[in-house]
């Protein structure tokens, strides 16, 4: 894809789990409170309809506090590519302040594991570096970390 | 659909050219050109691909001036339901000030005609209030009206 570096953050690894079983983690409710915010922080609730438009909403635990996070699936091809925003809620309903648009890719990699891109497009130079500043990287590799763990624990 | 008064503006007309005819106007570059701004504005070009976050493009002529506009549509049900949005252009490369989320919605009316929705929705009131200034009532209705000529010479 073409990405933006001044509006985008991205990165890629190589992950020991196979595409499918990442997969299954990254669609599944009951998975995603294994490894979608790093520890200590917990989801303490996760809706998916799993189609274009369809809910994505999490609920975040950070320092007692709940965040509601209601998003919608854009873009979805089975095994390969994940794109979600809190752009809009169900129904396209736009949401009043955006904060970003993710992609998550899954390729073929090494010995049976998965080349895993994710992406976080924002709306301004801003946006991304507010992001960045708020340690996208660092965040972002946690919650692949605590993937790999989780998804290797279900094969 | 779940409208919500406070961001959305919407309304329903009786047309007398069937769905089939209409969709094919609002997803023909060469047909948008005839109606898709109150005349004596101008589509001076068109660009569509016509799948969910494929690109909806046009350029207008407003007193002299040309303004490009560039979107995606978010959800298209074949002669039935239209969705785009300038929140994001090709790529789903957000926008950094998105205005609209508009629905064109196509349901069978009286005598072989289209029972017409269209449906603009905001970000937030205030945006909702700066549409409604601009006249959508009036723009909007003109188009529709254009495009209910339009069509009929076709058929």
């Not at 409170?33 to 975040?60: A, M, Q, W, Y």
């Not at 924002?122 to 708020?134: G, Q």
């Amino acid at each position: 894809m073409n990405l933006d570096p001044e509006t985008d953050l991205s990165f890629t690894r190589q992950l020991k789990a196979p595409r499918a079983l990442l997969w299954e983690c990254w669609t599944t409710p009951e998975h995603i409170k294994h490894f979608f915010v790093p520890r200590p922080h917990k989801i303490v609730s996760c809706e998916i309809d799993l189609r274009v438009g369809g809910k994505f909403n999490t609920t975040f635990e950070v320092d007692g506090a709940e965040m509601a996070n209601n998003g919608v699936y854009l873009e979805i091809i089975d095994q390969k590519k994940l794109v979600f925003t809190d752009a809009y809620s169900e129904g396209w309903k736009p949401a009043p302040d955006p904060f970003m648009t993710a992609f998550v890719i899954f390729e073929d990699g090494e010995d049976g594991g998965t080349t895993y891109t994710a992406v976080a497009r924002h709306r301004s130079i801003e946006s991304r570096k507010t992001h960045e500043d708020m340690g996208f990287f660092d965040g972002w590799g946690t919650v692949v970390d605590q993937l790999e763990e989780y998804a290797l624990s279900l094969k």
